[in-house]
């Protein structure tokens, strides 16, 4: 590239890599998290769970197919996971400014500076992933000409950052639905939207217990999810009645939390689209989209709860569901975006779920 400036990343072990810049040339400090999916940026830089994170990806070319324009569905964006990247900082390999693809107006580079958001390329990301496999997730910075200080995202309240403030409606189908927005990716939305709901959204801390709502969902959301005191004490209220819930990812821990089972860090996340899970009590396995640091304590979980899903890499919980109310929710991703869909099928399970529980009111 002309005028390629370096820039190096360094990690709170001391580690310190040489690398050229590439998006706005500026300093910025986060966690460093890596993820093994070989497509998807333009969905993992616009997903709100990313804030905060320095974000390393593995595939070894990246950009070579650009950044899509910005069209609206029902006011919503119809490609990015939300109207800004979240990233605080992009690591890869080989950068390609070139870039070619039906869909795209700009190239990955011209994307980053916009935001003002710093990348590194010429990094040898394989090693660096080992590494953060090896120690765990590390804080890091990518430096330009300034130097500053490391910086832990995860003591904020990143969800009170990304949920959109106020309460929107999206749709006019028969179930209503409220979505308690915890930094919603927007395929949630859209995911609804093809199901004949009517949604509401709602900020993350909104006492959505004063609304008149046939299903509450709980989105995916960046950081701690202990930060979201509101939303698990509102969340609290609702699990005493039986109207059905749903959550994902950050909305499975937060279930869990308000359940009155416990969540922990894990040591460097899940990260990728081909991450296998287990329907518990079945040989039944799905290939899913993941994107968390944090999970769910199995063993912490209250009696009346019970794992739905296992993690067939490292045993960890995916999903849990309520044993006789219809609550259930998963740590893996449904909506893909990127990554497959086939448990896109648990919108319907959901939805089968508010449709009976109508039919019984009455
Ligand atoms: N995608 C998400 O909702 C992530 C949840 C949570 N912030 C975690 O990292 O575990």
């Known amino acids: 590239m002309e005028n390629a400036k370096s820039v190096k990343l360094v990690l709170e072990d001391g580690t310190e890599i040489q690398g050229t810049s590439f998006g706005a040339f500026t300093s910025a400090a986060g966690e460093v998290v890596f993820s093994t999916a070989m497509t998807g940026y333009p969905e993992n830089l616009t997903d709100p769970s990313f804030a905060g994170q320095i974000l390393v990806l593995t595939y070894p070319m990246v950009g070579n197919y650009g950044v899509p324009g910005e069209d609206l569905y029902e006011s919503i964006s119809k490609i990015f996971e939300s109207d800004q990247i979240h990233i605080a900082g992009l690591v890869v390999n080989y950068y390609s400014e070139e870039h070619s693809h039906w869909n795209a107006a700009k190239s990955l580079g011209d994307w980053l500076k916009e935001y003002n958001i710093p990348g590194i390329f010429g990094v040898d990301t394989r090693m660096l992933t080992k590494k953060l496999r090896e120690k765990g997730a590390m804080l890091g910075k990518i430096v330009a000409e300034q130097d ?12 009170a950052q990304v949920s959109q403030s106020g309460v929107q409606r999206y749709g006019s189908g028969k179930n209503k639905i409220v979505l308690v927005d915890c930094g919603t990716k927007t395929n949630i939305i859209r995911c609804f939207l093809e199901r004949d709901v009517e949604l509401i959204r ?27 005191e509101a939303t698990i004490a509102h969340l609290q209220t609702a699990l005493q009645q039986d109207k059905p819930i749903f959550g994902i990812c950050l909305g499975n821990q937060l279930m869990s939390l308000a359940a009155g089972g416990d969540t922990f860090k894990l040591k460097y996340g899940h990260r990728s689209h081909n991450q296998p899970v287990l329907l518990t009590g079945t040989k039944r396995s799905f290939i899913t989209s993941q994107n968390h640091g944090f999970a769910v304590d199995t063993a912490t979980l209250p009696e009346e709860w019970t794992m739905l899903f296992e993690n067939l890499n490292d045993g960890t919980c995916e999903g849990i569901k309520h044993k006789t109310k219809p609550f259930f929710s998963t740590q893996f991703h449904p909506e893909a975006a990127g990554g497959p869909e086939d448990t896109e099928y648990l919108f319907d399970d959901f939805l089968t779920a508010v449709a009976e529980h109508k039919a019984q009111r009455v």
């Open 148 to 159: 500053i200080p490391f910086h832990d995202p995860n003591l904020e309240n990143l969800v």
């Open 202 to 228: 709602v900020p993350w801390d909104y006492d959505f217990n004063t609304l008149d709502y046939d299903g509450l969902f709980l989105s995916n959301g960046p950081g701690d999810p202990k930060m979201c």
